[in-house]
């Protein structure tokens, strides 16, 4: 029986930077953090590689969970740049905000690079900015349906 999605992982190059973005810029706190190396015969099994070495964060706000991972074992292959919201694969993390303008001036005066400012659509104001590693993010926040029941903008 499905209870629900546990955690989103990500894979990145420098593990400190990515925990002090998540946790600064969005409030996670770490869950766990430790280190494994060669001799873990279940990461080695799990992984599906012969030698797998790295460290782990589970970071944790309220219910949501974020698994930051570094590997050293086996080498990581670099990311070819910022990944579009169109290719394949998974695309990028939504963070459900309130005052979804001033969570935007917030992070974007921290230096967080945002696609566009925050856009109305139909029943929600999105906009799109990348974490330090380039992975893409999405705000979001909902509007009251009876209010915006014809569908324009706010």
């Given at each position: 029986?499905?209870?629900?999605?546990?955690?989103?992982?990500?894979?990145?190059?420098?593990?400190?930077?990515?925990?002090?973005?998540?946790?600064?810029?969005f409030?996670?706190?770490?869950?766990?953090?430790?280190?494994?190396?060669?001799?873990?015969?279940?990461?080695?099994?799990?992984?599906?590689?012969?030698?797998?070495?790295g460290?782990v964060?589970?970071?944790?706000?309220?219910?949501?969970?974020?698994?930051?991972?570094?590997?050293?074992?086996?080498?990581?292959?670099?990311?070819?740049?910022?990944?579009?919201?169109?290719?394949?694969?998974?695309?990028?993390?939504?963070?459900?905000?309130?005052?979804?303008?001033?969570?935007?001036?917030?992070?974007?005066?921290?230096?967080?690079?945002?696609?566009?400012?925050?856009?109305?659509?139909?029943?929600?104001?999105?906009?799109?900015?990348?974490?330090?590693?380039?992975?893409?993010?999405?705000?979001?926040?909902?509007?009251?349906?009876?209010?915006?029941?014809?569908?324009?903008?706010?």
């Amino acid at each position: 029986m499905l209870l629900g999605i546990h955690h989103t992982a990500i894979s990145t190059p420098d593990l400190e930077r990515a925990v002090a973005f998540y946790r600064d810029a969005f409030g996670f706190g770490v869950a766990f953090d430790f280190a494994w190396d060669e001799s873990n015969p279940g990461f080695r099994r799990t992984h599906a590689a012969p030698e797998t070495k790295g460290r782990v964060v589970m970071l944790e706000r309220g219910p949501s969970r974020l698994e930051i991972f570094q590997y050293e074992k086996p080498l990581p292959r670099p990311a070819a740049g910022p990944r579009p919201n169109a290719d394949h694969g998974i695309c990028h993390l939504c963070f459900e905000v309130k005052d979804i303008d001033a969570e935007f001036e917030r992070l974007h005066r921290a230096g967080v690079p945002f696609l566009s400012d925050p856009v109305p659509q139909s029943y929600v104001k999105v906009c799109y900015g990348r974490d330090p590693d380039g992975n893409l993010f999405e705000l979001i926040e909902f509007f009251d349906r009876d209010v915006e029941a014809g569908g324009g903008e706010r």
